[in-house]
């Protein structure tokens, strides 16, 4: 007997259990959902299903729709929805789907504390997100320029089951929903009270700790149902370091905290290599390149694999009963979270030092005048032969990029249903907000005052002395000369910045004067006030046809201000030195009329057709349709197949977006033209800016798929179901498109320097390399992604051993092109760089009396990397045999990341007293993930798993 659940003995509780019937297991794989079991009450409530307005629908109908229950949830050991939706074949393929592991405190990192779900790898803002139906505020900080809901903000102990409906359903829930829906249903009906806790950590020994502890109470009334959840949540943060596979950079930055000098590029250069500091590097990080002495740093030994995360959640729901055909009903949800984004420290380049800086140690000052003594235009006087003119440093500085975010989220829906005739209805109005703060707490440092410091114009007090000229749009490309007055012209102290001896000695006016914590602020806000009545309408000789006839309207902004100290301009276009900022600022209103029928076209055929006509006040209207079959054979063979069109509106954060200061790597292969035509090169780094664009169209799609449902007995059920999806007109940024379209004339290309903050287009330097790109955001071409989902479900019963389930489910990927346009050409995804062809669960539950226990196996099928060419040369070197070894390379060159295997395990146990017991053991023989050499961790976070054997244990008692 399973205490938690003999609490809940409502009929709504029924109803959820007839809806899900025999859904697949705790930790696995989670098919289709399945006809009641035998037995079951067959007087119940009517529910509505995700993928449809109209009650009572079959669960097994004409769209496929993708159930997990309370059970599964408990049984998965995880404690945050995003967990539970990774396990899913349908969210994985590239990088939409995302969790905490992929934060950071750069723009190229998802946002802090934040997880999207993305379906069929279209991206988190092709996925539309509802609680019990309805919409949610996104966040107020979004992914780049792509508004996300984050679905960390509803807590797991809150949730009766999520439905997953993996295909276009616009006609049903509007804008938003390219590649389906995921909703979320909230537990409402439970009766009693119920108190868990769980704890979970690695075997690694490196503390990734997390907690949870949850009470839930609920009471029915006469009239009324009341029921409140509270859930605190904490978890330890893991670091690249502490794992083998991620402790080390395959090819460490050659940017050090001890930097490199030369003087090559002023009027009167001497040197012909760079020289370091002596005596601080250690020796098993010097090295000499092309340019010179460096000295290399790691980056993934400050780097942050999933940064520290608390939460606090409330959940209350109550109903009440004003007549027999009336209720009242209110939903309120209240989250607050603290997280962190850690990532490597910033690099500077070509930074300008005065070589009157009275830290310079005589033995570097030695090795330089040495160098130069090679030359035979050096005076050959001293170190003051230097004087006036800059040596440029290029180095990283002393500590990690990081940030921390507080955010604070609210929704509440109040509204009345009933029933009329027949007719059901029902009204509500639904407000959400989310507010966030991000904070710098180290590593962020101010342009302008750190290039101040490095010359010799920064006093202590603050003043800006004009001892030599500061050109911040190319801090190595000064007018320099000694000509100006100093600091102490003044009365004043200079405040010299330390570059020596790791960079840890500096004036306290220094420290103070160059950090910021660029403090950042968001607001999202949602008004929605939506109606709906259904039910029977015309009777054909098949039956009764089923309609719903509603409208929504909402208004929705978005604020994001960053920081003054970050906001970029043509003559500081990078203010923070290594870090980004975003801004977006937009509201708008939108209304919808929607209309669905069910139509019973023969005994065992029914048709569904819907349309939805969505209006906005800054894009105008949109109209589509969803046309739905249905034909059960007999009882063993069910035939669906389903076609529809969809939109996605520009997402407020890309409609009121601001200049984005973001990076990226020119991959010389794809666009030889940014690397003086060289093929075989590594690209500039860049930090790039994504600038905004009026006129945005909203994107478009068209889905359409088939599929059986096949019962050959009692206890085998099979479903197959084929999807394919057209997007068009894509919002984002293509960046090799960019380049290449740019080369071609659509936007401008200049000298270094020259081109203005916001403005798109690019720099190219006197050697033909590209060194600044001002990506825009735009629509691009088409991506057309298809494939087949399948799941399988045995049922054993052993008598007196117990009762087995066997479940394999999976998504096969066979189609993923785009053409970002004419000028780049179709790009095949589907097997490649982070978009595995395969993704599989399967699962071997047993349960016998107060016992149940589940073997869990998932796959990753194997992909080609994606490796620079400086970084696949740098496995083979000396010192990098541990990555060698792991490499699977042909002979052209092409790599490939394997296949990854894990088993998960699970007992629990419950007791006549109300209790139980659980423990779960996530990738039980400990398996490491693949090397993937195309990020620079070491693994892909969004397909793979670094942490390792994972327990969990959990403890609940019920009263």
């Keep these: 007997m399973d205490n938690r659940t003999q609490l809940n003995k409502t009929p709504l509780s029924k109803a959820v259990r007839l809806a899900l019937g025999c859904s697949l297991i705790g930790s696995s794989a989670f098919a289709m959902a399945q006809e009641a079991p035998k037995g079951a009450d067959a007087s119940v409530e009517e529910i509505v299903v995700t993928g449809t307005h109209i009650k009572g629908l079959d669960t097994e109908g004409a769209v496929q729709v993708v159930q997990i229950d309370r059970d599964d949830i408990e049984a998965s050991g995880a404690t945050s929805p995003i967990e539970i939706l990774q ?34 790898g279209l991206g988190a803002s092709s996925t539309l997100v509802l609680v019990n139906g309805r919409r949610v505020s996104v966040s107020s900080f979004a992914k780049g320029q792509e508004s ?54 690695s075997t690694a020994g490196s503390d990734e700790g997390k907690y949870n502890l949850n009470w839930v109470w609920g009471r029915e009334g006469e009239n009324s149902h009341t029921m409140v959840v509270v859930d605190l949540f904490s978890r330890n943060a893991m670091y690249d370091r502490d794992r ?125 005048v040495e160098e130069a ?103 190595d490309a000064y007018g320099f000369g000694a000509a100006g007055e100093t600091c102490e012209d003044m009365g004043k102290t200079t405040a010299w910045y330390n570059p020596f001896g790791g960079q840890l000695e500096q004036m306290a006016e220094v420290d103070q004067l160059i950090r910021t914590d660029a403090k950042r602020g968001g ?103 969803k046309v739905a079959l249905r034909h ?90 084929y999807w394919n999806i057209e997007h068009e007109n894509l919002i984002g940024v293509e960046e090799d498109d960019f380049i290449l379209r740019a080369f071609n004339g659509d936007y401008a290309v200049v000298g270094e320097g020259e081109l203005p903050t916001g403005q798109p287009g690019l720099e190219v330097d006197n050697f033909g390399f590209v060194v600044d790109a001002h990506f825009q955001l735009s629509n691009l071409g088409w991506q ?43 790009v095949k995804e589907a097997g490649n760089y982070t978009y595995p062809r395969i993704r599989a669960n399967s699962s071997l539950r047993w349960t016998y009396e107060d016992w149940s226990s589940a073997l869990t196996a998932r796959y990753v099928h194997s992909y080609m990397d994606d490796p620079s060419p400086r970084v696949l040369d740098s496995v083979f070197e000396e010192g990098n045999e541990y990555f060698a070894s792991r490499v699977d390379i042909d002979d052209e060159g092409n790599v490939e990341v394997d296949s990854w295997v894990t088993f998960d395990l699970r007992v629990a146990r419950d007791f006549d007293n109300g209790s139980w017991l659980s423990l779960r053991v996530n990738n039980l023989f400990d398996k490491e993930p693949p090397l993937v050499l195309g990020t620079g961790a070491n693994v892909d976070h969004f397909n793979h798993n670094s942490m390792g054997r994972f327990y969990t244990m959990s403890y609940g008692y019920a009263f």
Excluded at 101 to 120: I, K, M
């Design 632 to 721: 059960a054979f007999n009882d063993a063979i069910i035939f669906r197949s389903n076609w529809s069109t969809s939109f996605r509106a520009p997402s407020l954060a890309q409609v009121g977006a601001g200049t984005l200061l973001s990076s990226y790597s020119v991959d010389c292969s794809v666009t030889p033209a940014a690397c003086d035509g060289l093929v075989d090169e590594s690209g500039e780094s860049l930090l790039s800016e994504e600038v905004s664009n009026d006129d945005l169209k909203p994107e478009t799609a068209t889905t359409w798929g088939a599929g059986f449902l096949l019962k050959p007995s009692e206890d085998t059920e099979i479903s197959i179901d």
């Design 523 to 625: 607001e999202s806000n949602l008004y929605a006030v939506d109606g709906n009545i259904s039910g029977s309408w015309i009777e054909l000789p098949a039956g009764t046809v089923q309609v719903a006839f509603g409208g929504e309207f909402r208004r929705e902004s978005v604020l994001d201000t960053p920081s003054g100290d970050a906001i970029s301009t043509t003559l500081n276009p990078e203010p923070i030195l290594g870090f980004s900022s975003t801004s977006a600022d937009a509201a708008r209103n939108q209304w919808a009329v929607y209309m669905e029928q069910m139509i019973p076209l023969a005994a065992n055929t029914e048709l569904q057709f819907a349309l939805r006509y969505d209006h906005y006040d800054n894009f105008g209207g949109d109209t589509n349709p």
């Design 148 to 201: 996300f809901v984050d679905v960390n903000s509803i807590p797991l102990s809150a949730i009766e089951r999520v439905e997953v409906l993996p295909s276009g359903a616009a006609a049903t829930y509007g804008a938003d929903a390219v590649a389906g829906v995921v909703n979320f249903v909230l537990r409402d009906d439970f009766d009693g009270s119920e108190i868990s806790l769980t704890h979970g950590n």
């Design 373 to 475: 003594s090679w030359n035979e235009d050096f005076p050959g006087n001293g170190f003051s032969d230097f004087y006036g003119e800059p040596i440029y440093g290029w180095g990283k500085f002393p500590d990690a990029r990081a940030v921390e975010v507080e955010s604070e989220s609210m929704r509440l829906v109040s509204g009345l249903r009933g029933e009329v005739n027949d007719w059901n209805w029902e009204v509500a109005a639904n407000l959400g907000r989310s507010e966030s703060e991000q904070r710098g707490i180290s590593g962020l440092y101010k342009a302008d005052a750190f290039y101040n410091a490095s010359v010799g114009n920064l006093c202590t007090d603050g003043t800006i002395v004009d001892r030599w000229t500061v050109n911040l749009a190319r801090p």
């Design 244 to 368: 083998k596979l991620t402790a080390n950079s395959v090819r460490p930055s050659q940017q050090g905290v001890y930097p490199s000098f030369t003087d090559y590029g002023t009027p009167n250069s001497f040197m012909l290599y760079d020289q370091i500091e002596e005596g601080g590097c250690p020796e098993d990080q010097f090295g000499f390149g092309r340019f010179g002495e460096y000295c290399e740093f790691n980056t993934n030994a400050v780097a942050a694999t999933q940064d520290e995360y608390e939460s606090a959640s409330v959940v209350a729901t109550f109903n009440y009963d004003i007549s027999d055909n009336l209720e009242w009903f209110n939903t309120l949800m209240l989250q607050t979270n603290k997280s962190r984004g850690t990532s490597s420290p910033a690099n500077f380049s070509g930074a300008p030092f005065n070589p009157e800086n009275p830290y310079w140690p005589e033995e570097l000052v030695a090795d330089i």
């Design 87 to 120: 396990q899913l074949s349908q969210t994985g393929g590239g990088s939409g789907t995302f969790s905490t592991a992929t934060s950071g405190a750069l723009s190229s990192d998802t946002p802090v504390g934040a997880a999207g779900v993305s379906l069929r």
């Design 784 to 826: 057309k992604t298809n494939g087949v989902d399948l799941a399988f479900t045995q049922y054993f019963d052993a008598e007196n051993w117990g009762n087995f389930r066997f479940t394999l489910d999976g998504t096969y990927l066979n189609e993923f092109d785009k053409l970002p346009s004419d000028a780049l050409g179709i």
